[in-house]
């Protein structure tokens, strides 16, 4: 499903557990592939699950429109070590004609009891929304169509 979804995401593990136009959530088992050299996971990779979660979302959210990222800003609070599972939401702040909004979190998740641990991380994502839609990208929003309505 992942691969079809967002490749990069699914190149690093990522697996979505939620998908629809009011939340994208999804879980990443930190390996050595998402790492930095102190073994703990690279913000970039954080950025990458914020930025992919929120434009799935806001593709949605759209009418399976062409939306594109303006802005994204990440605010890192703790690390996520090797081997730990990192639980992301996003979530739309403002769904507007021409923007949208969305809030991205990331948590550890407690290896004990499989719940929400420590926030990691907090994102917001900007996108311009309603963009056309060019002929030869129609089936652009197949992937999240068909996976929306099974999760």
Request: net charge positive; with cysteine; aromatic share 6%.
């Amino acid at each position: 499903m992942m691969a079809e979804l967002d490749s990069p995401l699914h190149a690093l593990g990522f697996e979505i557990d939620e998908l629809s136009p009011a939340r994208v959530t999804g879980r990443l088992l930190v390996t050595a592939t998402c790492c930095q050299p102190f073994k703990v996971l690279h913000g970039g990779v954080s950025a990458l699950v914020a930025e992919a979660l929120a434009s799935m979302g806001a593709h949605m959210a759209s009418g399976y429109k062409r939306v594109a990222g303006m802005q994204l800003s990440i605010n890192h609070f703790r690390i996520a070590n090797l081997g730990d599972t990192v639980l992301a939401r996003a979530v739309p702040v403002h769904v507007g004609r021409s923007t949208q909004v969305w809030e991205v979190k990331l948590w550890k998740i407690d290896p004990f009891t499989g719940e929400k641990g420590p926030q990691i991380a907090e994102s917001r994502v900007t996108l311009l929304s309603n963009l056309p839609l060019p002929e030869e990208h129609k089936n652009a929003g197949a992937a999240l169509r068909k996976y929306a309505s099974k999760l």
